[in-house]
């Protein structure tokens, strides 16, 4: 579908309520319509969100992808929510990550390690990080929620901050959260145990964030408006 210079995908879905996302790396849009709107009322609806769809796509063209990352000293690198500047240290040995004073990143290797592997690398430290941290928090939240997932894990995720199977209930967290300041990562948490209590984003979901944490869309703006975010993270 095309609205002016814009192209977008479009895909009807048994969904109330029209939602456009704007995903990285490029600022592809994606428009999820419900099954019975008319195509003149989504174009309308789309031409609405303009300006905001043309704001997306500025600035992912303007922030640094994770895939032109070179992984060489001098490079900048976020762990929760802080850059770092990295050192790559060429050595015999294993490799490791290791966070060193107050703003270096000091990446160890074996001559030669190809790319993927220095990203693979990293990826394993971010997840040992982040995995630090979510069990640090889930106590905690756990016996506030008075809910307890059967499963949490991380991964790398292209569109969602965390997601949440209320049937079986297992709980995903992106990988990425480890770059941003840790307040993201304890609302994306408490969002998902939410939704053990209440499946969807409605009123009562609401309720329930407001009551158990009452900054959770300070918590949000912070986590969209730091580098690398989705326009869209989670519906
Ligand atoms: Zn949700």
């Given at each position: 579908m095309h609205v002016g210079s814009l192209e977008m995908h479009l895909n009807r879905k048994p969904i109330k309520n029209l939602?456009?996302?704007?995903?990285?790396?490029?600022?592809?849009?994606?428009?999820?319509?419900?099954?019975?709107?008319?195509?003149?009322a989504i174009r309308m609806a789309v031409i609405k969100r303009i300006p905001?769809?043309?704001?997306?796509?500025?600035?992912?063209?303007?922030?640094?992808?994770?895939?032109?990352?070179?992984?060489?000293?001098?490079?900048?690198?976020?762990?929760?929510?802080?850059r770092y500047r990295l050192e790559v240290i060429e050595r015999r040995g294993s490799h490791e990550v290791i966070v060193s004073g107050s703003n270096k990143l000091?990446?160890?290797?074996?001559?030669?390690?190809?790319?993927?592997?220095?990203?693979r690398v990293f990826n394993e430290f971010y997840r040992?990080?982040?995995?630090?941290?979510?069990?640090?928090?889930?106590?905690k939240w756990v016996k506030k929620i008075g809910k307890t997932p059967d499963f949490i894990?991380?991964?790398?995720m292209k569109t969602k901050w965390g997601s949440c199977n209320t049937q079986d209930k297992r709980i995903?967290?992106?990988?990425?959260?480890?770059?941003?300041?840790?307040?993201?990562?304890?609302y994306i948490l408490?969002?998902?145990?939410?939704?053990?209590?209440?499946?969807?984003?409605?009123?009562?979901f609401m309720r329930y964030m407001d009551k158990f944490m009452p900054?959770?869309?300070?918590?949000?703006?912070?986590?969209?408006?730091?580098?690398?975010?989705?326009?869209?993270w989670h519906y």
């Amino acid at each position: 579908m095309h609205v002016g210079s814009l192209e977008m995908h479009l895909n009807r879905k048994p969904i109330k309520n029209l939602h456009i996302s704007v995903l990285p790396p490029d600022g592809k849009i994606r428009v999820s319509a419900p099954e019975k709107m008319t195509d003149n009322a989504i174009r309308m609806a789309v031409i609405k969100r303009i300006p905001w769809i043309k704001k997306q796509k500025e600035e992912f063209a303007r922030q640094p992808r994770q895939s032109d990352r070179k992984f060489v000293s001098g490079e900048n690198h976020y762990l929760w929510g802080r850059r770092y500047r990295l050192e790559v240290i060429e050595r015999r040995g294993s490799h490791e990550v290791i966070v060193s004073g107050s703003n270096k990143l000091k990446l160890y290797v074996n001559p030669g390690t190809k790319l993927k592997n220095k990203e693979r690398v990293f990826n394993e430290f971010y997840r040992h990080e982040l995995s630090n941290q979510i069990n640090k928090l889930l106590t905690k939240w756990v016996k506030k929620i008075g809910k307890t997932p059967d499963f949490i894990g991380i991964k790398k995720m292209k569109t969602k901050w965390g997601s949440c199977n209320t049937q079986d209930k297992r709980i995903w967290i992106n990988l990425e959260l480890a770059k941003k300041a840790p307040e993201c990562t304890e609302y994306i948490l408490v969002h998902e145990l939410v939704h053990l209590l209440e499946r969807k984003h409605n009123e009562n979901f609401m309720r329930y964030m407001d009551k158990f944490m009452p900054t959770w869309r300070e918590r949000r703006e912070l986590l969209n408006k730091s580098p690398l975010s989705f326009s869209d993270w989670h519906y």
